[in-house]
């Protein structure tokens, strides 16, 4: 089972699906390693400022809203993952977000005596 996986691109109404769909799709890349987990999203014309990033027991929210555009994207997300450690930064209209594992659930090799 992949812990963090993309569930629901929320629209607000009719007219806002038809427009964002002649718009901007903003794709995500989600990647798991040893570390944790890291989530890539396209959004071009958004920065930091019009980007909100929220997270609860079950949910990853990423909002973005400027005056000529907005969405919603939600990550269904799990335990694992240290909430209070997550990292994210917008760079040339990529959004990219580190989401760390727990320390008592990442990887560790044990020494064999």
Partial sequence: MIPI????NEFFDDSFAIRKMNK???TDDVTHDDDGATIKMKVPG????SIDISVD????????KTDDDSFVKRF???NK???DSIDAKVVDGLLT???PYKAEV????IKVN
């Fill in 76 to 78: 269904s997300i799990d």
């Fill in 106 to 109: 990442k990887p560790r090799k």
């Fill in 97 to 99: 977000l580190s989401v």
């Fill in 57 to 64: 027991s079950e949910t990853l929210t990423i909002e973005g």
């Fill in 81 to 83: 993952f240290d909430f």
């Fill in 24 to 26: 901007i799709n903003y």
């Fill in 46 to 49: 958004f920065n930091k400022k």
């Fill in 5 to 8: 996986t993309y569930f629901m």
